[in-house]
């Protein structure tokens, strides 16, 4: 069983800063890619950064030069420094990991997900 816990979110200003965090616990051997994903009300679920083992990143156009994604692999643990924060920001973030739990098994876990919102 695999859990991944994000925190950090919560009610930040336009032009504000946030750091959300996920820790990923349980049966894991390793964690290849981990991302931040978004859904804003009444639209679909979109990426937002991801980041490689080896530590390759790529970005959404909307975030790009405002949001960096990092990972700290020993604590299993993906950050997304958001800076700039503009009110389209605003939605439940999840973070995702791809955690390769025996040598044969390997699948994509989510967390529960945590609410941005930017607003004066």
């Known amino acids: 069983q695999v859990q991944l816990v994000e925190s950090g979110g919560g009610l930040v200003q336009p032009g504000g800063s946030l750091r959300l965090s996920c820790v990923a616990s349980?049966?894991?051997?390793?964690?290849?890619?981990m991302g931040w994903y978004r859904q804003a009300p009444g639209k679909q679920r979109e990426l937002v950064a991801v980041?490689?083992?080896?530590?390759?990143?790529n970005y959404a156009d909307s975030v790009k030069g405002r949001f960096t994604i990092s990972r700290h692999n020993a604590g299993n643990t993906v950050y997304l420094q958001m800076n700039s924060l503009k009110p389209e920001d605003t939605a439940v973030y999840y973070c995702?990991?791809?955690?390769?739990?025996?040598?044969?098994?390997?699948?994509?876990?989510w967390g529960q997900g945590t609410q941005v919102t930017v607003s004066s």
């Open positions: 349980g049966n894991i051997r390793s964690i290849n890619a």
């Open positions: 995702n990991a791809e955690c390769k739990t025996s040598l044969w098994a390997s699948r994509t876990y």
């Open positions: 980041i490689g083992s080896g530590g390759r990143t």
